[in-house]
């Protein structure tokens, strides 16, 4: 046996050559700020105080802990991610069931639907306050049809449920074209055996296709909930944060944080928090699934 | 009943339930561009009108058009297009190279790549906006187009990259290998005979790519103040003014959407690629 050929050195550099601006970018815009802002949540980092620069340790972790705001703060922020996604899963599912049948037109409303998720969350937003306006919003003329009294949605305790209905509005879409697509993938000799079997329609999901879906169901739990958990626009354009901090998210703190107190500090460990609950998540859902899989 | 009836009936319902939830789905959207033709009056009036003399007059105050030019939305609107468009071609250039790699050179290590490079995309773009923000304050690049272009590209380029691999993927690879025997080398087999190819999925992947860019506010908002400002920017600074515009609001929401509603339609059957990111089979 001789030597193996040596492929051509130009050869062999090829794919590295191709790969290293994306990795390098990726490496130098965001892995290398992320890790800046590891170093900056040890730090007592404020702008505005520049002369008081210091490493703190844990100081800032043990703050966010411990602080009142801001542990209303997570609270709201879970919250609000269980509830609306919750109502994304449930309502995606049903869409998602209903446009599995088949009727005339069902390609356009498929299109149709898709639109919320795809436009600027500002703009969903904005379209929304309009709906919500207080004097002359559609949501309170059509509830003064039935006789209710005008409501100030984005100014009273109506608040964190109105941005929640924005936020379902918005991005149920995203879990109905997941959970389609997994509808489309099942094994449909499966289902058929079902229905020779006399299993009716009720009998055939709860046996047959709920348990097929169930991993891609979890996927769109996982990407639901870590978009939800930095939600940011739909909360700035509609209220702020406000009233009275009542729909103060995560997301929002960071900015305010950063941008109002300019403590860059305690805004990075607010982002660093943020993102080790996301990787936990992640981790979770990998387990759920491998799971899933050998069950 | 008869089952003739029973049938007539479910149909029915399902058509009843569609209208509905089409009717629930488009309402907000179509309301601000009803809106966005509404003179001054009917905006701000009790009841809302479905019906109003349409007028142009909010777009070409948004313009800039015979009334105040400082109030002109048109600088926002080309440094839209700009980042945009700089962004798309950047994450595209640089994620072909980085798809096909994967695909078909298959460096070692391949797999680990992809799937660090799918991790990333997973990180809250809210939590880098202070580090940002600070590279761009130590470089004196707040406000300009490029302190956008950046970090929009970095976050493009996995979703870039990862559509791209499926679209090589999915190309014959008996072609390549009959270009190399050819006499072609890998570069110009690349170049001459798969990009063209993959075509379609480059100009998929640039429509899904252009939704970040044009969209975002997390990073617009605090890496630019007055210069680099984008449409999602001035669009969500309405909150802070007393008595709002609607009709001029409204024309701006509408300039932001009108494109994404005529790509959604244009890459409707890749949607799920870009969103699913590997994890539904296809």
């Given amino acids: 046996m001789g030597q193996p050929i040596k492929p051509r050195k130009r050869r062999d550099s090829l794919p590295y050559l191709f790969l290293a601006p994306a990795v390098l970018i990726l490496a130098a815009t965001l892995i290398a700020p992320l890790l800046y802002n590891l170093g900056l949540s040890f730090q007592q980092n404020n702008l505005l105080e520049p002369e008081n620069t210091r490493f703190v340790g844990l100081q ?10 801001t542990r209303a703060t997570f609270g709201l922020t879970l919250g609000f991610t269980a509830v609306t996604v919750f109502f994304e899963l ?3 599912l049903g869409l998602a069931l209903i446009l599995n049948l088949s009727f005339r037109g069902n390609r356009l409303v498929r299109v ?3 639109i919320p998720m795809m436009v600027s969350e500002v703009v969903a937003a904005l379209s929304w306050r309009l709906l919500l306006h207080t004097d002359f919003g559609l949501v309170n003329y059509l509830l003064s049809l039935v006789g209710v009294d005008r409501q100030a949605w984005l100014g009273s305790s109506l608040a964190v449920p109105a941005i929640m209905i924005v936020e379902i509005w918005q991005h149920t879409p995203f879990v109905m074209l997941i959970l389609l697509a997994g509808l489309q993938a099942l094994p449909r000799d499966i ?9 009716g329609p009720i009998a055939k999901f709860r046996y047959i296709i709920w348990p097929l879906l169930t991993p891609i169901v979890l996927l769109a739990l996982v990407f639901r909930t870590m978009f939800t958990l930095r939600v940011f626009t739909p909360v700035w354009v509609l209220t702020g944060g406000g009233p009275a901090d009542q729909t103060m998210v995560i997301g929002v703190d960071i900015y305010r944080t950063a941008f109002r107190y300019y ?9 660093w928090i ?22 | 009943m008869t089952i003739g009836t029973r049938r007539i009936l479910g149909q029915t319902a399902l058509y009843g339930a569609v209208v509905i939830i089409v009717i629930f789905s488009a309402a907000p959207l179509f309301w601000i561009l009803l809106t966005s033709f509404k003179p001054n009056v009917d905006a701000f009036g009790w009841p809302p009108k479905l019906f109003f ?16 030019t400082e109030k002109s939305v048109l600088p926002a609107f080309l440094n839209s297009i700009i980042v945009t468009l700089a962004t798309t071609f950047l994450a595209l250039a640089t994620g072909t190279l980085a798809g096909y790699s994967l695909a078909r050179l298959k460096p070692r290590g391949a797999g680990t790549i992809t799937l660090g490079i799918l991790a990333v995309r997973m990180l809250p773009p809210i939590a880098l906006v202070v580090p940002m923000f600070q590279l761009a304050h130590t470089l004196k690049a707040t406000d300009t187009v490029t302190a956008l272009i950046i970090p929009y590209t970095a976050l493009s380029i996995p979703l870039a990259t990862w559509m791209l691999y499926g679209f090589f993927l999915d190309l014959p690879r008996e072609l390549e290998e009959a270009a190399i025997v050819d006499g072609c080398t890998r570069f110009e087999a690349f170049w001459r005979v798969m990009l063209p190819l993959a075509a379609p999925g480059l100009a998929a992947t640039a429509v899904y790519t252009f939704l970040l ?3 975002d506010l997390v990073f617009s908002l605090p890496l630019t103040t007055s210069n680099a400002v984008t449409l999602p920017v001035i669009a969500s600074r309405a909150r802070v003014e007393e008595g709002v515009l609607w009709g001029q609001l409204g024309a701006i929401a509408s300039v932001m959407t009108i494109p994404v509603i005529i790509f959604t339609f244009m890459v409707q059957k890749y949607i799920i690629r870009g969103i699913a990111a590997g994890a539904v089979k296809q």
């Fill in chain 1, 90 to 92: 449930l309502l995606g």
């Fill in chain 1, 60 to 69: 800032n972790y043990l703050w966010a802990l411990g602080d009142q705001a």
């Fill in chain 1, 263 to 271: 403590d860059f500090g305690k805004a990075a460990t607010l982002s």
């Fill in chain 1, 274 to 295: 943020l993102l080790i609950v996301t990787v936990i998540i992640t981790l979770v859902y990998m387990r759920l699934l491998r799971r899933e899989a050998l069950s």
């Fill in chain 1, 191 to 199: 289902i058929e055996a079902g229905e020779v079997d006399g299993a």
């Fill in chain 1, 112 to 114: 149709l639907l898709l």
């Fill in chain 2, 53 to 68: 003399t349409p007028t142009l007059e909010h777009y070409a105050a948004a313009l800039g058009i015979g009334g105040d």
């Fill in chain 2, 213 to 215: 860019p044009w969209n």
